[in-house]
C-alpha cells in the first residue's frame, strides 16, 4: 500500500488486547507487511514519561480534566513521533488503546463536558483517525477475573482499580461508539476462546484492508 494503515484496538479491562496485537502482528508481518505495534498512554519518548503520571494514580487527584489534558499531550506526541510518520512510509500500526478510551474513561466516566472533550480529540488526533477500531468486548467481572490474574501480586493500576459498576458503564460506552461509528468499528467477542478471537479478528481486518485498497485504487483511477 502506498499509504498505511491504522489499526487500534480498544475494550475494558482484562480483554486480551495486548495478546491479539501479538497475534495480528505476526499474521501481517508473514504476509509481508510492515508493522508497528505500539500503546497509549506512551508509544514515544515524551508519552511514555507521562504513562507512568497516569497509571500510577499520581494525577488522579487533580481530576479527570487534568487527566485528560494529560493524555492528550501524550497523545498528540505519539501521534507526531511514531503514528504519522508510520502511516507515511506505508506501515500497517496496531495501536493498544487511542482515542476512544479517552472518549470512555475520561469522558464518559469521569463526567467530563462533551464540547469539550471534543475539542482535545480534535487537536491531538489531528486527523489521524484509525482506519479500523477493534473493540473487544467482555463482561466485566470476568475481564477484571482475568486482570487480577496476570497481574499477579502486583497492584491495580489507577483504572483497573476501580468499581465494577464504573467498569460496566465503560463497556456500554464502547457498544455505543461502536454503534454509531460501524464504518470504523467492529465489536469482537473476546469472552471466546483465544483462537477464534484471533480468527475473527484476522477476518475484520482483511475485509477492511480489502475495501481500503479498492478505494484507494478507484481514487487514482
Known amino acids: 500500500m502506498s499509504r498505511g494503515f491504522f489499526i487500534t484496538f480498544e475494550g475494558g479491562e482484562g480483554a486480551g488486547k495486548s495478546t491479539q496485537i501479538m497475534q495480528l502482528a505476526a499474521s ?32 488522579e487527584p487533580f481530576g479527570p480534566a487534568m487527566e485528560a489534558i494529560l493524555f492528550a499531550a501524550a497523545r498528540s506526541d505519539h501521534v507526531e513521533q511514531v503514528i504519522r510518520p508510520a502511516i507515511k512510509r506505508g506501515a500497517i500500526v496496531l495501536c493498544d488503546r487511542f482515542m476512544d478510551s479517552s472518549r470512555v474513561y475520561q469522558g464518559v466516566t469521569g463526567n467530563l463536558d462533551r464540547d469539550f472533550m471534543e475539542s482535545l480529540e480534535r487537536v491531538t488526533v ?30 491495580p493500576d489507577r483504572f483497573e482499580k476501580e468499581a465494577l459498576a464504573t467498569h460496566r458503564r465503560r463497556r456500554k460506552a464502547f457498544l455505543e461508539i461502536a454503534k454509531a ?13 483465544a483462537d477464534r478471537v484471533t480468527t475473527a479478528i484476522r477476518r475484520a481486518v482483511q475485509h477492511t484492508m480489502a475495501q481500503f485498497e479498492a478505494r484507494h485504487e478507484r481514487s487514482e483511477a
Open 28 to 59: 501481517l508481518r508473514e504476509q509481508g507487511h510492515d508493522v508497528i505495534i505500539t500503546r497509549e498512554p506512551g508509544g514515544s519518548s515524551g508519552a511514555e514519561a507521562v504513562r507512568h503520571v497516569l497509571l500510577s494514580g499520581a494525577a
Open 126 to 155: 489531528n486527523g489521524m483517525v484509525p482506519d479500523l477500531t477493534l473493540i473487544l468486548d467482555i463482561d466485566p467481572e470476568e475481564g477484571l477475573r482475568r486482570a487480577n490474574a496476570r497481574r499477579g501480586a502486583e497492584a
Open 181 to 193: 461509528e460501524p464504518a470504523r468499528c467492529v465489536v469482537i467477542d473476546a469472552s471466546m476462546p
